[in-house]
């Protein structure tokens, strides 16, 4: 058996013969890890997929719907934590400079090609939902 290095832990383990590209150990951290990076890559690339776990949260989300506040409650440091780590995420974004529509004399060219879309609130505060567009130039003259 050959021996790799864990992408994650980086220790070495031995692969295991049914899948020989393996890049993780069997360690369950690693496993989370694996599987947590292969739901993103697949969210961003399969908007099927990506609509799916949506509605499958927001069932769940309905079916607990003081899933969040009795957890607070149960952890506040947990929620103090994150209300202290959302204070710096917006004092950083207020620091941003953000560009006005006329900011620049002459607009550079836009360029065909894809883009995320991201809703901002009025806070400036992206959210999570986000949309994958293509923009193509087209000529109108």
């Not at 079916?63 to 995420?89: F, T």
């Not at 974004?93 to 991201?118: D, H």
Request: glycine share 2%; net charge positive.
């Amino acid at each position: 058996m050959a021996a790799r290095r864990c992408v994650a832990c980086g220790r070495n383990f031995r692969v295991l013969a049914q899948v020989p590209d393996q890049a993780y150990c069997s360690e369950a951290a690693c496993q989370r890890e694996r599987r947590k990076l292969w739901q993103r890559a697949r969210r961003d690339t399969d908007p099927d997929y990506a609509d799916n776990q949506t509605r499958a949260q927001q069932a769940w989300l309905e079916r607990h719907p003081d899933y969040w506040r009795r957890y607070r409650e149960a952890n506040p440091e947990y929620a103090e934590r994150n209300r202290e780590l959302q204070r710096q995420r917006n004092r950083e974004q207020r620091a941003r400079k953000i560009a006005k529509k006329n900011a620049s004399a002459e607009a550079p060219p836009m360029v065909s090609g894809m883009y995320r879309l991201t809703l901002a609130t009025d806070d400036g505060v992206a959210k999570m939902d986000s949309w994958l567009v293509e923009l193509s130039f087209v000529d109108t003259k």
